[in-house]
């Protein structure tokens, strides 16, 4: 069998990190791995696997000695100059950033939805949004069963999701509080805030990532293009609206789905519980449902509370939690990984 090489751009990072974990879970067929990061980062140590690694700076040179897989995990400006310079030498990069995601020429893949996609990647595969890749997971096995004509998105997003500064926003609004014990604490001028417009703490945002024209944010047009790109749909009716919440990690969505085709609920239940990377936890009559703290540090995607819509015909009512870093980018970079290899053994 043959060993692979792998480097790890923006190890130093959150999903980097959580990366470096998955791997050593793992324990791929890799013989060699570098890690990569800023010039602010280099120099540092990571323990993996038994051993140390001095964290090396990311140059326009560091992929002159050869690698089979990279994953980028540092941001669209990185990818977008760095990416492109790994695949010339032969690597194929698993780009965690939206650099790609809606390049025509590049694959964006989830594993469990369309594994397919990843032979026709020319150097660079995408790894979807973390909340889109939690939806079409569950999405996927319902589409291919009664032919999705409508989706509404409402996403709860852990500020995880946001980096480091998002998680410490979070955390020095609960150090104000437990100081001060002031729940109305909104404005920036109580603490600094690194992230949000405004604090996170006793507060939610509808608002990730900027405003577009049209009145959407990005995030919000992310899902909606990411999501038809990936289904393979590309006049789906989409709509979505993202809100950030004071939970510090896995997003939890509220999905309401319109099909084509008529359903049998128990039917639909069923294919849920037997299509990959799904994990059904509804028990109403026990209180049983998805919650974020479940979630964390798993890679399956948890649905629960499904139930008919009956304001409209055919429709369909979901909750649906999963482990953005988890999940949501380091994992599903990872088993992108693992697709490559075994397509190469």
């Given amino acids: 069998m043959k060993n692979?090489?792998?480097?790890?751009?923006?190890?130093?990072?959150v999903v980097g990190r959580a990366a470096l974990q998955i791997l050593e879970e793992k324990k791929l067929p890799i013989r060699e791995y570098s890690f990569f990061a800023s010039k602010r980062s280099a120099g540092s140590k990571i323990n993996f696997m038994g051993k140390s690694y001095i964290v090396q700076e990311l140059t326009e040179h560091s992929f002159d000695e050869g690698f089979d897989f990279a994953i980028f995990s540092a941001g669209g400006e990185t990818s977008k100059k760095y990416a492109p310079i790994a695949s010339s030498h032969g690597c194929i990069v698993?780009?965690?950033?939206n650099a790609f995601r809606m390049d025509n020429n590049v694959p964006l893949v989830v594993p469990e939805v369309n594994p397919e996609e990843i032979k026709n990647n020319k150097g660079i595969i995408a790894n979807p949004n973390c909340s889109t890749i939690q939806a079409v997971v569950a999405l996927k096995p319902l589409d291919d069963k009664y032919h999705i004509k409508r989706i509404v998105y409402s996403t709860y997003q852990a500020v995880s999701g946001a980096g480091r500064d998002g998680i410490e926003d979070?955390?020095?609004g609960i150090n104000h509080f437990q100081k001060t014990s002031n729940v109305n604490i909104v404005s920036s001028e109580n603490y600094k805030l690194k992230k949000f417009p405004y604090p996170i703490f006793n507060n939610c945002l509808p608002h990730i990532d900027v405003f577009l024209d049209n009145g959407y944010t990005k995030e919000e047009m992310k899902m909606i293009n990411e999501t038809r790109k990936i289904l393979?749909?590309?006049n789906l009716?989409?709509?979505?609206?993202?809100?950030?919440v004071p939970?510090?990690?896995s997003h939890s969505e509220s999905i309401n789905v319109e099909f084509e085709n008529n359903y049998n609920l128990d039917e639909l239940i069923n294919i849920l519980k037997n299509s990959p990377g799904i994990k059904v936890i509804d028990d109403v009559t026990h209180i049983k449902y998805p919650i974020a703290?479940?979630?964390?540090?798993?890679?399956?995607?948890?649905v629960g509370r499904i139930r008919r819509d009956y304001s409209i015909q055919n429709g369909l009512n979901f909750w649906c939690v999963a482990d953005n870093i988890r999940k949501g980018a380091a994992s599903n970079a990872i088993q992108i990984v693992e697709k490559l290899i075994s397509n190469n053994t």
Avoid: C, H, M, Y
């Avoid at 009716?237 to 950030?244: C, S």
């Avoid at 703290?293 to 948890?302: H, I, K, M, R």
């Fill in 293 to 302: 703290t479940q979630a964390t540090g798993q890679d399956s995607v948890l």
């Fill in 4 to 13: 692979f090489k792998l480097a790890v751009v923006g190890a130093t990072g």
């Fill in 237 to 244: 009716p989409i709509t979505a609206t993202t809100v950030r």
């Fill in 94 to 97: 698993v780009d965690n950033s």
């Fill in 170 to 172: 979070l955390e020095n």
């Fill in 232 to 234: 393979g749909k590309p």
């Fill in 247 to 249: 939970v510090f990690n």
